[in-house]
């Protein structure tokens, strides 16, 4: 009966996860989001046990779906063990304001540390600046325990999909209202 409410919450809880994928910020919404999420299959459970076969549906449609088990998992050790805090690939873009009138070494490195490309501009190159902006920086957390590609967004939103679903299915069978 208050699955979709519960959907809706988790799924504000992921919108502010994309608005705001900065630490501590994010892992506070992520917690909220876990949260929000595992209480639509408990109120799915609690609901189709009072219904012939309820209990075997719900079985069935939650046991089937990796990213409903995983998700699980990662709610009840956020509550009962230690909060979740998945690491960060963190990407940083940076335009820069430069004036080049000294000289000004370049070196491109790869991400092992292999220098890629070393320039020298010399002190008799004219003077060029180069409009500033503020250093762009993008995270992207992952799950390392989880077997996909997926960061902890996409995983969220499939999370939201399989969600809708189960709740889809068990109000269409008659054993939850949703």
């Keep these: 009966m208050n699955e979709n409410i519960k959907i809706q919450e988790a799924e504000y809880f992921l919108s502010r996860m994309c608005e705001n994928n900065e630490r501590p910020f994010f892992t506070y919404n992520l917690s909220a989001f876990l949260t929000a999420a595992r209480s639509v299959l408990q109120y799915a459970l609690k ?38 805090n998945p690491p960060a690939e963190i990407n940083i873009g940076i335009n820069d304001a430069i004036a080049l009138s000294d000289e000004v ?31 762009v920086v993008n995270y992207r957390f992952i799950f390392r325990d989880w077997s996909g590609s997926e960061d902890v967004v996409a995983l969220s939103r499939q999370y939201i999909k399989e969600l809708n679903e189960i709740i889809s299915d068990g ?8």
């Design 171 to 178: 109000v269409a069978r008659g054993f939850i209202a949703g």
């Design 105 to 135: 070494f370049i070196t491109l490195t790869d991400k092992d540390g292999n220098v890629v490309e070393k320039e020298m501009v010399p002190r008799s190159q004219p003077t060029r600046e180069i409009q500033s902006n503020e250093p």
């Design 47 to 84: 609901e189709s046990e009072t219904k012939p076969n309820g209990k075997s549906w719900y079985d069935s449609a939650v046991q089937s779906r990796p990213v409903v088990k995983f998700f699980k998992d990662k709610r009840d050790i956020n509550i009962h063990a230690e909060p979740i």
